[in-house]
Nanobody
């Protein structure tokens, strides 16, 4: 019913930049909060940044002043601009959306398949 498709990951040198995108499609009535999470092997998935439908943002301390989250509500697309990347930013990055579907009143949380970001030193 709903798909979240991430793109934009890859290999970059330390100090470089990448821009991730996440396009949501399907029987979506409205999207509330959206966010980016990341996970490395053996560790729990952690929040990187969140943004509400009204544009309020929240960042993990480790990425403040380096990453910027944004969204295009008309296109149901989420972005993450990552600057000054560090080797410790290496992870699989996942998109998350908290949304409602046409004909349903409940809220559902959906995840994308993940995109690998690798930062070399």
């Amino acid at each position: 019913q709903v798909q979240l498709v991430e793109s934009g990951g890859g290999l970059v040198q330390a100090g470089g930049s990448l821009r991730l995108s996440c396009a949501a499609s399907g029987s979506i009535f409205s999207i509330n909060a959206m966010g980016w999470y990341r996970q490395t092997p053996g560790k729990q998935r952690e929040l990187v940044a969140q943004i509400t439908s009204g544009g309020t943002t929240n960042y993990a301390d480790s990425v403040k002043d380096r990453f910027t989250i944004s969204r295009d509500n008309g296109k149901n697309t989420l972005y993450l601009q990552m600057n000054s990347l560090k080797p410790e930013d290496t992870a699989v990055y996942y998109c998350n959306a908290f949304l409602t579907l046409y004909g349903r009143s409940e809220h559902f949380a959906y995840w994308g398949q993940g995109t690998q970001v690798t930062v070399s030193s």
